[in-house]
């Protein structure tokens, strides 16, 4: 069954629009929730890990913020450099589980 | 410090044909993961090793992928014969220990193209 969902797919903005990718997650007892950032062609890097309702973390223009059933990643004045597929993961027992992911563009 | 090496970058093979990926995790990192990502979607986990031993292969084709980590460093992933819909970009992964809620340092992946 899916345990992660991220919507939407595909995210095109104008430089310095802000916008917001969503996560849900069905994973009982959750042991942290991961953002990864994956760029054409290489494979993802870690960004962030979110581990308790409330909690948020910064980095840059990205901003992660969790609640008991989701998680939001905040792109604030996004840049062309941004642009990327943004991957959110939960812990289901020893492995991580991946959503789709969602491929962001920013046009300058 | 180095990062996940893996070779080839890239591979055409005709369908039926052999193929094999290495893969050479970070110093010190136990836990060795081979996910498979086809185009559009997340990566999916195929093989999970702790030094080298099996942790997970529940998701892992095993009529036709096999997987070692015989030193319990690198590792090799095989698929033997290939099918059109193992087209795909296969990473390898690595983290200091088992549990699930370790951040995962991935390699730049190895795309295959089954034609």
């Known amino acids: 069954e899916d345990q992660v969902t991220q919507s939407p797919e595909a995210l095109r903005l104008q430089e310095g629009e802000s916008s917001s990718l969503n996560c849900s997650y069905t994973?009982?007892?959750?042991?942290?929730l991961f953002w990864y950032r994956q760029d054409p062609g290489k494979g993802p890097e870690f960004l962030f890990t979110?581990?308790?309702a409330g909690e948020e973390k910064e980095k840059e223009r990205l901003k992660a913020t969790l609640t008991k059933k989701e998680s939001f990643l905040h792109i604030t004045a996004p840049k062309p450099e941004d642009s990327a597929t943004y991957l959110c993961?939960?812990?289901?027992?020893?492995?991580?589980?991946f959503g789709a992911g969602t491929t962001v563009t920013v046009r300058a | 410090e180095a990062g996940v090496a893996q070779s080839p970058r890239y591979k055409i093979i005709e369908k039926r044909q052999s193929v094999a990926f290495w893969c050479n995790p970070i110093?010190?990192?136990?836990?060795l993961y081979w996910y498979q990502q086809i185009l559009g979607q997340g990566p999916k986990l195929l093989i999970q090793?702790?030094?080298?031993?099996?942790?997970?292969d529940s998701q892992l084709p095993k009529d036709r992928f096999s997987a070692e980590r015989l030193k319990g460093v690198d590792s090799t992933l095989k698929i033997q014969p290939a099918k059109l819909e193992d087209s795909a970009v296969y990473l390898c992964?690595?983290?200091?220990?088992?549990?699930?809620?370790?951040?995962?340092?991935f390699g730049a992946g190895s795309r295959l193209t089954v034609l």
């Open positions: 992964a690595s983290s200091l220990t088992l549990s699930g809620a370790n951040v995962l340092t």
């Open positions: 994973v009982s007892g959750l042991r942290g």
């Open positions: 979110l581990y308790s």
């Open positions: 993961a939960v812990p289901n027992d020893y492995k991580l589980s």
């Open positions: 110093s010190g990192h136990a836990t």
């Open positions: 090793f702790q030094n080298n031993g099996v942790v997970d």
